[in-house]
């Protein structure tokens, strides 16, 4: 089996290392095309102003000026040599990428990019509870389930216009209870915000960023799944139609353009 890896959070990233382990535990065949510099909460963005540069690294190992999804579609139509790569692992990514965060994600993207090109893909998350440079993930529980994990999902496999996101609980291996199929859920706050600051010219600017505040979410969701320690696997596409209102709409909206 051959194996592209990507990220979002750079060639340099823990998470990468981790990405790799589990990879090599299922074949020698690895390579490796991930952004140069840290792309988190790129989505799905496409270089498209500026050139992209690549940087060899390593054997089968390359940086690239871009985002994920630029590093994946390079690694499948330029990189990877010989035949294309039979499955995409994107991640492991420093924190979750649970609920309505997968819209904005890198680390999603990339696997999308996969799928998008005709490659089994998958996403994988290391979650965490706190995002201070004294914390530290779990990087061992990623490596310790990540490869089974690949594997049963492969020998089960999924439609191809789907992607398996899978994300780690904030826990050590040991304390991990299980794993659990699930479906994405939706935060009942907002934790996203911009704090204001002042430089040492006296100009404000403003830092995005997250304030951390768990949510009550349902039973069945990905962040229930991860709050309380199961290992959370979610099949998603990239269809945002809403059916319900096409179908509410055909009977009131339709024919002639309507006059203001």
């Not at 990339?110 to 914390?135: D, K, R, T, Y």
């Not at 304390?175 to 911009?194: C, L, N, P, S």
Request: proline share 6%; hydrophobic share 40%.
């Amino acid at each position: 089996m051959r194996i592209l890896l990507t990220n979002d959070d750079g060639i340099h990233a823990e998470g990468l290392v981790a990405l790799e382990n589990i990879a090599r535990a299922l074949t020698d065949d690895v390579w490796v095309v991930a952004p140069e510099y840290e792309q988190s909460g790129a989505s799905r963005a496409l270089t498209l102003a500026d050139p992209l540069r690549v940087r060899k690294v390593g054997e089968r190992k390359w940086a690239v000026t871009g985002t994920p999804t630029d590093c994946v579609m390079l690694g499948i139509r330029n990189l990877v040599e010989g035949a294309p790569p039979d499955l995409v692992l994107s991640g492991v990514n420093r924190g979750q990428n649970i609920a309505e965060d997968v819209t904005m994600s890198g680390t999603v993207a990339g696997a999308i990019e996969g799928m998008a090109l005709g490659i089994p893909s998958i996403a994988l998350s290391q979650s965490m509870l706190a995002f201070h440079g004294e914390v530290k993930a779990y990087w061992e529980t990623a490596e310790a389930y990540g490869p089974g994990i690949v594997k049963r999902l492969l020998e089960i496999g999924w439609p191809k216009d789907v992607i398996m996101n899978v994300n780690f609980p904030s826990r050590p291996p040991e304390e991990v209870t299980a794993v659990e199929v699930t479906r994405q859920g939706f935060r009942d706050m907002h934790i996203r915000q911009a704090e204001r600051r002042t430089d040492l010219r006296g100009r404000d600017y403003y830092w995005m960023g997250f304030s951390g505040q768990l949510s009550n979410p349902p039973e069945g969701t990905d962040l229930r799944a991860t709050y309380e320690g199961r290992i959370s696997v979610t099949p998603l596409h990239i269809d945002l139609t809403h059916n319900e209102t096409v179908h509410a709409l055909k009977g009131l909206l339709g024919g002639a353009p309507p006059k203001a």
